[in-house]
Structure formats: C-alpha cells, structure tokens
C-alpha cells in the first residue's frame, strides 16, 4: 500500500533563511512521482516542484528544491531564502498508478 | 489562477439533500481528480476520470457520484448529505493519465457547508 509520512505538524523559520519539510514515503511501484503542494490560508492549492522516480537529479524550481533519496524513501522540500509570504500549509504527495495520496502536511510559519 | 474552475464557491445546504459540484479543467487537460479535504481527515483523493471514463477510485462513498462529459467538465454529485460531509472539495486536471510525471493543478475550492 502507498503511504505518505509527514511528521513535522509545525515548523517556524526566520525570514531569510533556509528550512527543509520533511515527507517520507512508501509504495510497491516502481515508477511514481512525487509532489509539493502549497496551500496558504486562502485556501487554494499550489503546485510548487515534481520529481519522477527514476529522475537522476534533484528538482528545483526558483527558492525551492526536493531533496529526493531514493533508497531512503524520502522526497524532503528546501526552501532557501524563506520570505513572509512561505507561511502556508505545505503538502508532500505521491502518485503511482491511478492514484495520489497526500501526506497530513506542515504548517510552516515565517518569523519576520 | 491554475485554470481549473470550480462552482460553486461556497454552498450552504442542510443534512439529507443533494448537491452537484462543477469542474472545469484547464484547457486541453483530458484527467480531472476529485478531492475532500476536512479537518479530521486531511486530503482525500475521491475519483478520477480520463476523458470521460472513470480511471480510479479512492475513499469516495456510495452517496457520492461524478461523471465527466464529453466537453470535458465534470460534476461531483453528493446526496443523502450528513454532518461530516463538510468540507473543501477540490478538482484537479492533468494532462495524461496513468502517467506519473504530470502535476495536478487544482481549483479554488468549493467549501460545502452541511447544517
């Protein structure tokens, strides 16, 4: 069975620096992908990166970078420079088959 | 804005009735997903359908139904409606499906409210 792990409810990062979400998932497919997700307080979702399962390098995209280990199941998210407007909720997801699965997700919060 | 539209954006409606929830995905996007998120079960994926045809399930009740017509919108039917069904629920279109390289944007939202 797929499973998405999330195991940071919270984290708080100053402005400006750096923080990594962590997200661990398992699955028995051997071609998957794997997502993050924005959500701020509005409401919406918002895509921010992709990584496929047999990419060789890590995704990036703008501040933000998926740090995918493989053998270790992990897909964790960085993001550098870490500005006001990151404080949201942020959601890890897998798809493999027909089938997506979301992790709890993260609440980040951005000190000024 | 993702492309995707959802209607409505919020409704309001009382335990035991019906309610259609609309899709339209982004242009030329063949999959649509739908989603429930609440408070105490987080995101749950519901259904999908890829041009018309239902491609999975996932955690969607016997109350519920959808379907996807051929001018690819799609509507998510929930009846016999109960407390619990309270919820965002979202639709999601991609480009291809089965195939796991192709992100998923998502609507605004409908907030359902059941009282």
């Known amino acids: 069975a797929q499973k998405i792990t999330q195991t940071q409810p919270g984290m708080f990062v100053q402005e400006k620096e750096a923080v990594t979400l962590d997200c661990t998932y398992d699955?028995?497919?051997?071609?998957?992908?794997l997502f993050w997700y924005k959500q701020p307080s509005s409401g919406e979702m918002i895509f921010l990166i992709y990584?496929?399962?047999?990419?060789?390098q890590n995704a990036t995209e703008g501040r933000y970078s998926l740090n995918f280990q493989k053998a270790r199941k992990s897909a964790n998210l960085v993001i550098s420079a870490s500005q006001l407007g990151d404080s949201a909720m942020y959601f890890c997801?897998?798809?493999?088959?027909?089938?997506?699965?979301f992790g709890a997700g993260t609440r980040l919060f951005v000190k000024a | 804005d993702s492309g995707v539209t959802q209607t409505p954006k919020h409704l309001i409606t009382a335990t035991g009735q019906r309610v259609t929830l609309r899709c339209s995905p982004r242009?030329?996007?063949?999959?649509v997903y739908w989603y429930q998120q609440s408070l105490d079960q987080g995101l749950q994926f519901l259904i999908q359908?890829?041009?018309?045809?239902?491609?999975a399930k996932g955690n969607i009740l016997e109350r519920f139904s959808a379907q996807q017509f051929p001018d690819l919108h799609s509507e998510l039917n929930l009846s016999s409606l109960e407390l619990g069904d309270s919820a965002l629920y979202f639709c999601?279109?991609?480009?291809?499906?089965?195939?796991?390289?192709?992100?998923?944007?998502f609507g605004p939202g409908t907030r359902l409210t059941v009282t």
């Open positions: 699955t028995s497919d051997p071609s998957y992908g």
């Open positions: 242009s030329g996007d063949l999959s």
């Open positions: 359908y890829y041009n018309g045809e239902e491609r």
């Open positions: 990584q496929g399962s047999y990419d060789q």
């Open positions: 997801a897998m798809r493999g088959g027909f089938k997506t699965i």
């Open positions: 999601a279109s991609s480009g291809l499906s089965g195939t796991a390289s192709y992100e998923q944007y």
